[in-house]
């Protein structure tokens, strides 16, 4: 089956615009989980859904929001861009939410704030 | 606040010899690790979970142990080759999933 994917592979923007960024989980996962990676911070978690519905949320700033639809495909969006939002912005997916469940990650988009 | 921590950033091994990474956590007991493999431009691959109660998975080439006492996992690769260089990143749930930094692997032909 088809693997997780994300839209745009590729994005530039400049300081104070938004940007919003999508995901399709696998066929049949409904819970989506959506990291921010860099080189100084490594992967760090931004939130969850499952369900249309926010589990959990990271420690990061109100400019950065997301949501999930009905058919379990995600988007987040950032606000008010500033160039440390520059990243790899990943998404996963997973059958169900929280434990131990297995994550598949899609190959990322990335996101340079000039 | 919880922290994971693995060993180095990179590790430079010879083909054929065995690799070992080690995660560290602090201030959490979780009941279970994930390792991830992560190539260049690529999202993590999930290898393998161990949970509390187990000391040792393995799965093909690869074997992870989990040591409660020490806080400790350790990802051991044998017979390494160099299509297995790439980042191990190893990971854990309280209410939301944490990954360590990641450690860089080069496979030295």
């Known amino acids: 089956k088809a693997g997780v994917t994300q839209t745009p592979r590729y994005l530039i923007k400049t300081r104070g615009q938004q940007v919003t960024l999508s995901c399709s989980p696998i066929s049949g996962h409904r819970s989506v989980s959506w990291y921010q990676q860099t080189p100084g911070q490594g992967l760090q978690f931004l939130f969850e859904y499952f369900s249309e519905t926010q589990r959990n949320k990271g420690n990061f700033p109100g400019r950065f929001s997301g949501r999930q639809f009905s058919n379990s495909r995600s988007e987040m969006n950032v606000s008010t861009l500033e160039l440390g939002d520059s990243a790899l912005y990943l998404c996963?997916?997973?059958?169900?939410?929280?434990?131990?469940?297995?994550?598949?990650f899609g190959p990322g988009t990335r996101l340079t704030v000039l | 606040s919880q922290k994971i921590e693995q060993n180095s950033e990179a590790l430079n091994i010879q083909e054929g010899k065995t690799a070992t990474l080690t995660c560290n956590y602090t201030?959490?007991?979780?009941?279970?690790l994930q390792w991830y493999r992560q190539d260049p431009g690529r999202g993590p691959v999930f290898l393998l979970l161990i949970r509390e109660n187990e000391k040792e998975k393995r799965k093909e080439r690869l074997k992870v142990t989990f040591d409660t006492t020490l806080k400790q996992s350790l990802f051991h690769i044998t017979a390494s080759q160099p299509a297995d260089s790439a980042t191990y990143l190893c990971a854990y749930r309280d209410d939301k999933i944490i990954f360590g930094k990641g450690t860089r692997l080069h496979i030295l032909p």
């Open positions: 201030n959490y007991s979780p009941a279970y």
């Open positions: 996963a997916s997973s059958f169900l939410a929280g434990d131990n469940n297995e994550q598949f």
